[in-house]
């Protein structure tokens, strides 16, 4: 087994039901005549020795027969239930975290959040905007960033056991607690992530127009 696989748990999150897209549940969407999901595992035994998936009730056991060897569950309302339903049954000391609607990250990013994780306890990936950016209200501007200072949210993610642990115990003891993204629980919860440089074909798939974007993306799959 590789170093970089080793005490891995890849968490694969695909309970949304894709109501943006329109299209139902985005890791069954099929490109180059495979799902996704299909994609998506090949990589995540790349880089993980044990592959979890979180998608809708009613896709439980038509996924488990897609992904074989995978261990599938019905996931939660939200991104974070889900996580919470999955960290509990991952067998990882340290658990990757990536969107089924992400499915062109490339291997060698992968192994670079792993790497930076391993060496400082928690990476994600964050994408730079390139061009600096403002922080708004009430339709003005308050302050302004440069492009080397902030970065864009992606997956992967990738958190210690005990890390994750301590989010969890947040998320669950703040009455109304909600993110967008897991870095912002890790955030609440006084950890401190270490950013990796992402990719800018590394899309999650929302829109119609990233669906159509997706199709030229392909050899990105494998």
Not at 46 to 54: C, F, K, R, S, W
Not at 95 to 101: S, W, Y
Not at 160 to 185: C, E, I, K
Request: proline residues 5%; glycine residues 8%.
């Amino acid at each position: 087994m590789s170093e970089a696989r080793a005490g891995m748990s890849f968490l694969m999150l695909a309970a949304g039901a894709g109501e943006r897209l329109g299209l139902g549940p985005k890791g069954f969407l099929g490109l180059a005549g495979r799902p996704l999901l299909c994609w998506l595992a090949d990589k995540a035994w790349q880089v993980a020795d044990e592959v979890l998936v979180a998608v809708p009730e009613d896709c439980v056991e038509a996924t488990a027969a897609l992904l074989p060897g995978c261990r599938v569950i019905a996931g939660g309302a939200t991104r974070q239930d889900s996580i919470a339903l999955l960290a509990p049954q991952a067998r990882g000391d340290w658990l990757l975290v990536h969107e089924a609607a992400r499915p062109f990250a490339s291997i060698a990013l992968f192994e670079q959040v792993i790497a930076t994780a391993r060496q400082h306890g928690c990476a994600g990936a964050f994408l730079s905007p390139v061009v600096p950016v403002a922080r708004l209200r009430d339709g003005c501007v308050v302050e302004a960033y440069a492009a080397s200072e902030v970065g864009i949210f992606q997956t992967p993610q990738v958190y210690a056991r005990a890390d994750m642990a301590r989010m969890l115990l947040h998320q669950a003891t703040v009455p109304g607690w909600f993110a967008h993204s897991p870095v912002q629980l890790a955030l609440a919860a006084g950890i401190r992530m270490h950013a990796v440089p992402g990719e800018a074909d590394n899309i999650k798939i929302t829109s119609a127009a990233d669906w159509q974007l997706a199709h030229h993306l392909v050899h990105l799959l494998a």
